[in-house]
């Protein structure tokens, strides 16, 4: 049992109860506490009460409240039951949780029994939209009921919806001795777009202007615009209804921590493998398959970066190979942006293969329930269709710096890259590939164990710490706590645009564009999104398409085979590669570049990321299109 003074007017406080998924309301009533204060002490401890609760010093209105009628007494006679069964929905078709229900009957509301006998006003939907309507009845008022003689209505509230009052059809009721059954089906709520509504569509506006043009850190935009958010719904929401955007606990329920757990683990096992120097031999090793070659240098990196990046976070693994490529091109007397730049776009490109490749997969996977094989075998094929096209580009796009290159390195030089490319824990290296076999193995068996992927990551990520027995202390260090903070605050961000219904009102726009045709959709899913990641950051794009990916996929015909998912997986990772801002491992790369002292300036990286991201969205158009 708990209290809850949030939004009630002074005179009256709320007792909740919850049983089985629903909450019964209950008015106690309060005197007035205090006619005339006569010290000043005893005003200041009123006016703090004031401020903590949110009541006002307002004098009761002159006006009759509705009359509630009371359901008769357990040991009165003759008592029927009636049960009302019921689910409630937005124009999506998901289910509304928390939501008001309240009973009419003969167009005055009446109370309600909850599972523990009390008497209430409303109970609140479960976290299905389900609710379960028990009110007792005179057998006479019943008997009219049945007859058509009195009205049954059933009245929802929730916020950022309009109030629905729906009636009760005689022929749905089923009368049974002393109870009487009904279920009404599912009541769709409309949207009411508030003064909420366009706060958060601005905050969210707001925070990815702040990303894209670096005005803030990603994670301190995201974190300020989640604070806003729920400041806002607190602070003002709680005294005035259009202002309730999203309140805290529910903010909680948007937190994927699927996503959270799979990121950390694969940060801790990154971490411990990096120590073993595997990713700077691999580089090294690179060059000295390639004979000196420039070009045929860049395509091994190419391809080893697309590998690696379809099974570690593409981050951090440029944030391991940069630098020695940057040592590698200098000394081979290349420019470092033209071997960063195609590898960048490889680690992107590579990372739409798998599940946890690029942090969009990630999102897309938990949300949409897509295992590790699903997105292995469904954007495999085209990734390796991709990756020899995206290599002839390369060799076009920088053959004249390629051509330019010196003709070969000194002994000293190739001894000083070999002595910093060298592995330096040979035991560590052998058992971390063990943990990344055995990882791998449960990301493809999880669907059999019903086991999602962060608990797959983790349990290789917390063997191989128990195995090597690293410093915890400097285990969490190596963790990028600024990726996962700002993971919570997108999630709370777009969590905040789906409770107001902005989400809502993009998916059924795209919807009314596609026309229940499916190639549209596909388009519209891949293009828009391609387009939306090139201009922002493809991590909120793609958190915030979700939603409309979802709807569409229930909505229009053909698409339960979720090709609308692996367009958004195509769409937000290739899109990424057309500007600087579009990826994380795009900025990560750029910053590794200009600590180099060869900055990549906005204009150079989209003169090769816009026709590679073009050429590559043609070709993944034609893919789903004819697999599909």
Not at 2 to 26: D, F, I, K, Y
Not at 604 to 621: D, R
Request: charged fraction near 15%; hydrophobic fraction near 55%; charge should be neutral.
């Amino acid at each position: 049992m708990r209290w809850n003074w949030t939004g009630l007017p002074c005179a009256a406080w709320m007792q909740e109860s919850e049983s089985g998924g629903s909450m019964g309301v209950r008015r106690l009533g309060i005197r007035t506490l205090l006619r005339s204060p006569q010290r000043w002490g005893l005003l200041l401890l009123l006016a703090l009460f004031w401020t903590l609760t949110g009541c006002r010093s307002t004098p009761a209105p002159e006006v009759n409240e509705p009359t509630i009628e009371s359901a008769p007494r357990p040991e009165e006679a003759d008592v029927v039951t009636l049960v009302i069964l019921g689910r409630v929905v937005n124009t999506q078709r998901l289910a509304v949780s928390g939501a008001e229900v309240r009973i009419y009957i003969g167009g005055r509301q009446h109370t309600l029994d909850t599972p523990d006998g009390e008497e209430v006003e409303r109970i609140l939907t479960g976290e299905d939209g389900l609710f379960r309507l028990v009110t007792r009845l005179p057998r006479q008022q019943a008997e009219a009921i049945a007859a058509g003689q009195q009205a049954v209505a059933i009245e929802v509230q929730a916020h950022a919806f309009r109030t629905t009052r729906l009636g009760l059809p005689v022929q749905q009721l089923t009368q049974g001795g002393d109870h009487d059954y009904a279920d009404i089906g599912t009541i769709v709520l409309p949207r009411a777009f508030h003064l909420a509504f366009f706060i958060a569509v601005l905050v969210f506006a707001l925070t990815f202007a702040a990303i894209s043009l670096r005005l803030l850190h990603e994670t301190m935009a995201a974190l300020g615009g989640a604070t806003i958010v729920l400041a806002i719904t607190h602070m003002l929401g709680s005294r005035y209804p259009d202002l309730w955007i999203l309140d805290f606990e529910r903010s909680i329920h948007y937190i994927d921590f699927d996503v959270i757990f799979l990121v950390l683990a694969l940060m801790i096992f990154v971490a411990i493998t990096g120590r073993t120097g595997v990713f700077q031999w691999m580089a090294y090793s690179a060059y000295r398959l390639s004979g000196g070659r420039p070009w045929l240098l860049s395509v091994i990196l190419v391809l080893i970066t697309t590998v690696t990046s379809a099974f570690l976070n593409n981050v951090t693994i440029m944030l391991l190979i940069a630098p020695v490529t940057v040592q590698i091109a200098l000394a081979m007397g290349i420019n470092p942006l033209a071997l960063l730049i195609p590898e960048v776009l490889a680690s992107n490109i590579g990372g739409t293969a798998t599940l946890i490749g690029d942090p969009p997969n990630t999102l897309i996977g938990s949300y949409a329930r897509l295992g590790f094989s699903a997105f292995l075998t469904n954007l495999g094929p085209i990734v390796l269709l991709i990756v020899p096209i995206f290599v002839v580009l390369t060799w076009l796009i920088y053959r004249q710096d390629y051509q330019r290159a010196g003709n070969g390195l000194s002994a000293a030089l190739i001894a000083h890259l070999e002595e910093s490319a060298r592995i330096t824990d040979p035991v560590l290296l052998r058992k971390a590939s063990v943990a990344a076999v055995v990882t791998l193995g449960l990301f493809f068996l999880g669907d059999l164990f019903r086991m999602p992927p962060s608990v797959a990551a983790l349990i290789g990520a917390v063997g191989l710490m128990i195995w090597t027995r690293p410093g915890i202390h400097e285990m969490l260090q190596e963790v990028d706590w600024t990726t996962l903070l700002f993971f919570i605050a997108l999630f709370i961000l777009v969590g905040a645009l789906q409770e107001v219904g902005a989400i809502q009102v993009v998916a059924e726009g795209i919807g009314k564009i596609a026309g229940g045709n499916l190639v549209v959709a596909v388009l519209l899913i891949l293009w828009v999104p391609a387009l939306g990641s090139a201009l922002v950051a493809n991590i909120p794009f793609a958190a915030a398409m979700l939603p409309v990916a979802a709807y569409l996929t229930q909505t229009i015909p053909g698409a339960g085979n979720n090709v609308l998912y692996w367009a958004l997986a195509l769409g937000t990772c290739l899109g990424g590669n057309a500007t600087l801002i579009g990826a994380a491992a795009n900025i990560v790369t750029a910053g590794v570049a200009e600590r180099a002292g060869y900055p990549l300036p906005f204009k150079k990286f989209a003169e090769v990321g816009v026709p590679i991201t073009v050429v590559t969205l043609i070709l993944s158009t034609l893919y789903l299109l004819i697999r599909y």
